[in-house]
């Protein structure tokens, strides 16, 4: 179920039909339809991040049509009834409607076997929300669609190719993501409250790792250890997949096999993050295998750690994460000249930092300025293959009226703190 009141996705929903209805030339008439994911039998189910930002709703295969008026009706594939003996539905087609904040629930199309939609689309499976569109073009009604463009958002791609397509004698769904993405990336006091309980989480388990660290241990084992911190704190799915990498291994910036043993000489980068409630964490410590820097360890990692500290002193709004133009107000071009001052600009290879949300790389544009509400991190790190050195520091960060807060301030990170913590 959902952790908010069911109120705050219809406000967004009311927020999203008003900027869509704006943006087309003051339409009052239309709807804006919205696809969830689709479940894999590889994995847990993970509802949409767009999908579930507007409804709440962590039902697969759904569909939602935001009306220009605010009403909202959720399509449902037909199971027949089967769905509930396999699975702990949250949303069914007998469910009351107004308990959702929404106007009706109707079946997607005809009965379709089985108990879990497909990923191959017949018009028959989804001839009751094709119908219900095409009425809405009939009238000369606008039709938005909100959808991302990553990787795992391919298959909702698809669906909306479908279904435009099957519409496509009534005219082309007008695309309102950027709408959404403005929204998404301004926090609500709530959001950022599910954000904390994520990194409090995070911290958690960052410490649990710094307490079992010790030479001869595998970075899987280091890894197993964080995620059942994350298991135990109902943390269940991680925000990304864990990052656990010593040695030459820290260089690389998306590590992921975590298949080495840990050397005593060695580094580890560990770059996880919980999810929980939806919302993200991604916090990075650069840990001493042994319990103690070596004098160069230690004087790259001091490098990282004041490049943060500089980048989080100068964030305010106004500033950008990044900005090629307004060089002078953008925090990685700046941080990139502090490392310049030191000739270790050429090992800092990756942005500085990213908004962060209900995705860990969250939406919004990188082309406006930071403003209150926004919540990114702050990632430098100086990467010397040659010397299997790898070092990366990440905070998580609440952008406010004049400045940052950082929300993981609890989470140690001086150098001598994090040897503290491993001998402790
Ligand atoms: N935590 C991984 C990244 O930000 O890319
Ligand atoms: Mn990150």
Redesign the pocket.
Known sequence: MTTFDIDVFSQRRQKLAVAVGKANQQQELGAIVVCAAFEEERRRFRQNSYFYYLFGITEPGAVGLISLDGHATLYLPDFGGARSVWVDEQVSLSSDPSSFGLAVIKPMGEVQRGYSSGTVFTAGGYQQLINDIKKIFDKKGVVGGVWGETAGEVVICNLMQFLQQACLDGGVFYNGTAIVDALRRVKSEQEIVLIRQAIDITIAAHHVAANVLRPGLKECELQAEIEAEFVRQGALLP??PS?VGGGVKTTV??YVENNRVLEKDDLVVV???AEYGYYAA?L?RTYPVSGKYSPRQREIYDWVLAAQQYAANIAKPGMFLRNAVVKEQSLHWLVTEFFKTQGLEKFFP?GL??YMGLD??DVGTYLEPLQPGDVF?I?PGLYLRDESIGVRI?DDYLVTASGVTCLSAVLPKKAQELENLINK
Do not use: K, P, R
């Open positions: 925000a990304f990052i910036l998306h770059d996880i993050g991604d990075t990756h930092g990213h860990v790389h991190t990632e990440e």
